[in-house]
């Protein structure tokens, strides 16, 4: 063997005990950890004949890149919508990384992984009020699962039409309706050839609210005449978390003939508590539905599911089986996720949700949703009480959406933006609501807290003060 390979064989333990100490140290000090910092470019990285062995390399990356790493998991770091870490989640994490299982298959010369897999799916089911009667599996975010999703949607609707699009491609129109899609919807009808500008959009209810308005989706149905088609709906807006009328959707569907998938990238956690899972009402009607783990589960990136009902498994198998792959068998004798996903190959993602959900229960959980709601709402308070700031959209659930009260010119906002996020105590991002320029602040992070609120709007009024 390679004597550095052999070398850091014999000093596995130590070289695990050192990554240990230095990722504690990260996660002890992490609502400290500042929340950006300015990278140089790279420039001609080239890599080292001989290697240096496992301690060196960590010596090295901690001189060199380790006090750059900003506290993304950290619960002051609100832009995008960016979930932590739970400590159970770190070891799930850790283990399968050490374990390396690639989950494909339940064939009794199998392995266990997809067994976890899929009691880890049950978890989350049960988690969320969802039947049992949705198949689910682990991609690396709410992107991949929508494009699942849409994916055994697009079969669908060929199959309604008598067409085979998996095996001969799209041939004509497809009907595709939404109001707020997010912008990963969008890229996934761009990656599955239907085309991301080829949908048609549902008004929203008046009255500053991004949820779809049913009359108007009743509309727009009647005019495509009984033509099969595909609704994009969403639990939870990125800007404004609103959530669309399930219960409405689901009458919708018992005449009308239509793929219903629900985007719940993170508004879908709304279902853990008993405040706010009537906004999930009537979801276990939908054909398929996308929640993100890296999110609100708080497990570490990349980690998302995606439901899709049972009755659906054909078209699924259809969309994604790997059919000139002798060796692989035949798809529909064993069930093997490399048939049902876009990934053949995978990490096993469902660990680490799997020791989170075992170590928490329904009741962490039901802890972390409320206590990030409690905290969007008092920095919504904030805003509304601070006469330079204002609202861009009420608070529903865990997305603030604010902006400056006079003069929100992208400029402004932008210095605002950039001000407050050199303060490295709190990191927020950029958005456009309804035509104005904005920012919001998502709260998802089981840490944050009151004092981090404090914190937060101590350095808003610094840099409203300064701009
Ligand atoms: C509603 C919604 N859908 C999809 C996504 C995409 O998620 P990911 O970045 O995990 O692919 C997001 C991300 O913020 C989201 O908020």
Same mark, same amino acid.
């Given at each position: $063997?390679?004597?550095l390979?052999?070398?850091?064989?014999?000093?596995f333990?130590?070289?695990?005990?050192k990554?240990?100490?230095?990722?504690?140290?990260?996660l *002890?000090?992490?609502?400290?950890?500042k929340?950006?910092?300015v990278?140089?470019?790279?420039?001609n990285?080239? &890599?080292?004949?001989? /290697?240096i062995?496992? @301690?060196?390399?960590?010596?090295?990356?901690?001189e060199?890149?380790?006090?750059?790493?900003v506290?993304?998991?950290?619960?002051?770091?609100?832009?995008?919508?960016v979930?932590?870490?739970?400590?159970?989640?770190?070891?799930g994490?850790?283990?399968?990384?050490?374990?390396? *299982?690639?989950?494909?298959t339940?064939s =009794?010369?199998?392995?266990v992984?997809?067994?976890?897999e899929?009691?880890?799916?049950?978890?989350?089911?049960?988690?969320?009020?969802?039947?049992?009667?949705?198949?689910?599996?682990?991609?690396s975010?709410?992107?991949?699962?929508?494009? +699942?999703?849409? /994916?055994?949607?697009?079969?669908?609707?060929?199959?309604?039409? /008598?067409?085979?699009?998996a095996?001969?491609?799209?041939?004509?129109d497809?009907?595709?309706?939404s109001?707020?899609?997010?912008?990963?919807?969008?890229?996934c009808?761009?990656?599955? /050839?239907?085309?991301?500008?080829n949908?048609?959009l549902?008004?929203?209810?008046?009255?500053?609210?991004?949820?779809?308005?049913?009359?108007? @989706?009743?509309?727009k149905?009647? =005019? %495509?005449?009984?033509?099969?088609?595909? %609704?994009?709906?969403?639990?939870?807006?990125?800007? +404004?978390?609103?959530?669309?009328?399930?219960?409405?959707?689901?009458? %919708?569907?018992?005449?009308?003939?239509?793929?219903?998938?629900?985007?719940?990238?993170?508004g879908?956690?709304?279902?853990?508590?008993?405040?706010?899972?009537?906004?999930?009402?009537?979801?276990?009607?939908?054909?398929?539905?996308t929640?993100?783990?890296?999110?609100?589960?708080?497990?570490?990136?990349? =980690?998302?599911?995606?439901?899709?009902?049972?009755?659906?498994?054909?078209?699924?198998?259809?969309t994604?089986?790997?059919?000139?792959?002798?060796?692989?068998?035949?798809p =529909?004798?064993?069930?093997?996720? &490399?048939?049902? &996903?876009?990934?053949?190959?995978?990490?096993?993602?469902a660990?680490?949700?799997?020791?989170?959900?075992?170590?928490?229960?329904?009741?962490?959980y039901?802890?972390?949703?409320?206590?990030?709601v409690d905290?969007? *709402?008092?920095?919504s308070?904030?805003?509304?009480?601070?006469?330079?700031?204002?609202?861009?959209?009420?608070?529903? @659930?865990?997305?603030?959406?604010?902006? @400056?009260?006079?003069?929100?010119s992208?400029?402004r906002?932008?210095?605002?933006?950039? +001000?407050?996020?050199?303060?490295?105590?709190?990191? $927020?991002?950029?958005?456009?609501?309804?035509?104005s320029?904005?920012?919001?602040a998502?709260f998802?992070?089981?840490?944050?807290?009151?004092?981090?609120?404090?914190?937060?709007?101590?350095?808003? %009024?610094?840099a409203?003060?300064?701009?």
């Amino acid at each position: $063997m390679e004597h550095l390979l052999k070398e850091d064989l014999i000093n596995f333990e130590a070289l695990l005990e050192k990554a240990k100490l230095q990722g504690l140290d990260y996660l *002890q000090h992490l609502p400290k950890r500042k929340t950006s910092t300015v990278v140089q470019s790279i420039t001609n990285a080239n &890599l080292n004949e001989e /290697g240096i062995g496992g @301690l060196e390399t960590l010596a090295q990356f901690k001189e060199k890149w380790e006090s750059q790493i900003v506290g993304a998991s950290g619960p002051r770091y609100l832009g995008y919508v960016v979930g932590g870490t739970t400590p159970a989640s770190i070891m799930g994490d850790w283990l399968a990384s050490i374990y390396d *299982q690639n989950p494909q298959t339940v064939s =009794s010369q199998g392995d266990v992984s997809v067994q976890i897999e899929h009691a880890t799916i049950q978890l989350m089911l049960d988690l969320f009020q969802l039947p049992n009667d949705f198949l689910g599996g682990f991609v690396s975010g709410a992107t991949m699962s929508n494009f +699942t999703c849409l /994916g055994v949607a697009r079969q669908w609707i060929g199959k309604e039409r /008598g067409l085979d699009f998996a095996k001969d491609g799209i041939q004509g129109d497809l009907n595709i309706l939404s109001a707020v899609p997010h912008s990963s919807a969008l890229k996934c009808l761009s990656m599955l /050839g239907i085309g991301s500008k080829n949908y048609t959009l549902i008004e929203t209810i008046k009255e500053n609210r991004e949820a779809i308005d049913i009359q108007d @989706l009743r509309r727009k149905i009647e =005019s %495509l005449n009984g033509a099969p088609f595909i %609704l994009i709906s969403s639990a939870g807006t990125v800007n +404004t978390a609103d959530f669309d009328d399930f219960k409405a959707i689901a009458e %919708l569907k018992v005449n009308h003939n239509f793929w219903w998938h629900i985007d719940g990238a993170f508004g879908g956690f709304a279902a853990c508590s008993p405040k706010y899972d009537h906004l999930t009402e009537g979801w276990d009607k939908a054909d398929s539905i996308t929640v993100d783990c890296h999110k609100w589960l708080n497990v570490p990136y990349d =980690s998302a599911v995606f439901f899709v009902r049972k009755q659906h498994s054909k078209l699924q198998m259809e969309t994604f089986q790997n059919s000139n792959a002798p060796y692989l068998g035949d798809p =529909s004798e064993n069930f093997n996720y &490399l048939n049902f &996903l876009p990934e053949n190959s995978r990490r096993l993602r469902a660990l680490p949700a799997w020791f989170s959900l075992t170590a928490y229960g329904k009741k962490g959980y039901r802890y972390i949703v409320e206590n990030a709601v409690d905290m969007a *709402q008092l920095f919504s308070n904030f805003i509304e009480e601070t006469e330079a700031l204002e609202l861009l959209a009420p608070t529903r @659930l865990n997305n603030v959406c604010f902006t @400056l009260k006079s003069d929100a010119s992208q400029a402004r906002v932008y210095a605002f933006l950039d +001000t407050l996020n050199k303060s490295k105590l709190v990191y $927020m991002t950029p958005t456009k609501y309804q035509n104005s320029f904005g920012i919001r602040a998502s709260f998802v992070n089981w840490r944050t807290n009151a004092a981090d609120i404090d914190i937060i709007t101590s350095e808003i %009024l610094k840099a409203t003060a300064h701009i």
